[in-house]
Nanobody
Framework: VQLQASGGGLVQAGGSLRLSCAAS????????MGWFRQAPGKEREFVSG????????YYADSVKGRFTISRSNNQYTVYLQMNSLKPEDTAVYYC?????????????????WGQGTLVTVSS
């Protein structure tokens, strides 16, 4: 499975962006999808995850109420709608996938990774 993330950019604080992660190259059933981010000088951290086929979503406390994760009807694209963005949301955002039924928050639990897309929030 290959993952391609897109949608990053520069936005002012309070603005919105929608990230997309397109999957290809394999069977996508029973693949849990997650979004992680890594700010300069910091470790990669869990942002949000959604199970297959999309009945349950999970969020880090720092983004709860502002970000929404969803999957397309054909399950091959995952979105992260980011609203009320803050400067501290600035990071490279990565989509990731793992075969299984549970959304997990550790990077080690994910088998597939996209290349990352940069989100910059200016104050």
């Amino acid at each position: 499975v290959q993952l391609q993330a897109s949608g990053g950019g520069l936005v002012q604080a309070g603005g919105s962006l929608r990230l997309s992660c397109a999957a290809s190259g394999g069977t996508f059933s029973s693949v849990v999808m997650g979004w992680f981010r890594q700010a300069p000088g910091k470790e990669r951290e869990f942002v949000s995850g959604i199970n297959w086929p999309g009945g349950s979503a999970y969020y880090a406390d720092s983004v709860k109420g502002r970000f929404t994760i969803s999957r397309s009807n054909n399950q091959y694209t995952v979105y992260l709608q980011m609203n009320s963005l803050k400067p501290e949301d600035t990071a490279v955002y990565y989509c990731a996938g793992r075969r299984g039924s549970s959304v997990l928050s550790r990077t080690q639990n994910y088998d597939y990774w996209g290349q990352g897309t940069l989100v910059t929030v200016s104050s």
